[in-house]
């Protein structure tokens, strides 16, 4: 690639919702654990520390576009970020297919990050690689082999970067936990054990898509551990079983969703030895516990045992009228720095992004990314969650059959 000295990009984010702008159906109703959202702040700050140029913002539902402006002008007030973005579809207009002009109007060097319902992943990113752009989507990629390996062919053509949004492999816990793996302070691994259940306010909030063409809890919240897994051990994984058990979504909510779905994959490590682990994952807590997220990380290997609560990271409050809130300060909280500027090279919610624009800007400068050493997140690296869920939904769909990995195409 020839080298050029491309020191900015022009940014399009497609999705509007949560995680991008912190807006939900519970807007001004209750609070959540990233009410600004993760992807459009982070996209601010960036712009203004200069790395990004003009921002496009593509949801399909123009009829929100003023709330949205009012929410960008008040995190304006408390960093000092600039409001100058162009929103997509025009106000009062519904259009799913809006990000298709933002593509068309997106200067290049561009970037683009993916927001949006897992069933609309796949035609996004194929719209995305054909206008030539580097892109960063949430997780999960896609759910089946095959759709995984038409996107990576699609790459491949066109010489795009592809990053998933597995911000976990960014937070310092994990780093300590793959570090130790590594230098064999664990021993032989033997079995993982993962929980990551949430609030069910989240069945509110995912309502129009929970459920939907066969996505469940697994995809949205297990994979952030199933992927975990590989992630700290480079193992490969040979086969899996999946349970699971209905209830709140089904009958309060009217969604035709298990409340958990538990998944248990048999690994090989590198050193030829295997381990089991098993991941709990639901979206059916009571409204009412402390913090969104229980979320926790257990190891037992030949050396003994780790554990890593992710979610008690220390810091609680009890207020009056609110009553206990544990928050895990680490991840994405807008909070000012001593110097009234974010606080947010600290975020590992941010260190995701950060280093996705960054590792866009290497390639586009004719350079290796410097940060691939770290084994970041690639749409390659997706391969093995890709084919464990895609197992565990097989097996939930033949009874809890045991699904061989090699026999998924």
């Known amino acids: 690639m020839k080298k050029t000295n491309t020191t900015q990009m022009n940014l399009l984010i497609i999705g509007a919702g949560h995680y991008t702008t912190g807006s939900t159906s519970l807007s001004g109703l209750k609070a959540t654990d990233k009410d600004y959202g993760v992807f459009l702040p982070s996209i601010l700050e960036l712009r203004r520390r200069g790395v990004i ?12 576009i003023p709330s949205l402006k009012e929410k960008v002008s008040a995190m304006t007030k408390l960093f000092g970020w600039g409001n100058d973005i162009e929103y997509f579809p025009s106000a009062k207009v519904v259009d799913e297919h809006a990000y298709r002009k933002a593509l068309k109007l997106l200067a290049k060097p561009g970037v683009v990050l993916i927001a949006t319902p897992d069933a609309t992943h796949k035609q996004i990113i194929l719209d995305v690689i054909e206008a030539g752009f580097h892109f960063m989507v949430v997780k999960p ?15 491949d053509k066109r010489g795009v970067l592809g990053m998933v949004d597995y911000h976990k ?22 079995h993982v054990f993962s929980k990551m259940t949430q ?24 994979s952030h551990y199933i992927h975990m897994v590989g992630y700290i051990t480079g193992a490969t994984p040979l086969s899996v079983r999946a349970t699971c058990q209905y209830g709140v979504a089904q009958k309060k909510y ?21 381990f089991t682990s098993y991941h709990v994952s639901g979206w059916a807590d009571p409204s009412e516990t402390s913090g969104m997220t229980y979320q926790e990380l257990h190891l037992i290997g030949t050396k003994g045992h780790v554990k890593s609560d992710q979610r008690d990271r220390g810091f609680e409050t009890v207020l009056a009228g ?65 084919a464990i869920l895609e197992a565990a939904d097989k097996s939930l769909a033949s009874g809890s059959k045991v699904i061989d990995i090699h026999s998924l195409k």
């Open 199 to 222: 609030r069910r306010d989240m069945l509110t909030i995912f309502k129009k898509w929970a459920g939907k063409d066969g996505h469940n809890i697994n995809h949205y919240l297990g």
């Open 53 to 64: 140029d003009s921002i496009f913002l593509a949801g399909r539902d123009g009829r929100k």
């Open 141 to 155: 990629v896609v759910v089946k082999m095959k759709d995984l390996k038409e996107i990576q062919h699609a790459m």
């Open 322 to 386: 609110e009553g206990q809130k544990i928050t895990n300060p680490y991840f994405y909280n807008l909070n000012t720095a001593f110097v009234g500027s974010g606080a947010f090279d600290s975020k590992y919610g941010f260190k995701s992004v950060c280093t996705f624009v960054e590792a866009a800007l290497d390639v586009e400068n004719g350079k290796t990314p410097k940060t691939f050493d770290l084994n970041l997140p690639t749409i390659k690296d997706s391969l093995c969650v890709t």
């Open 254 to 274: 009217k969604i035709n969703t298990p409340d958990l779905i538990e998944t248990q994959i048999v690994w090989q490590a590198k050193n030829g030895t295997s």
């Open 169 to 190: 492999v960014y937070d310092e816990a994990n780093l300590i936990l793959k570090h130790d793996y590594e230098n064999k302070k664990y021993g032989d691994l033997q």
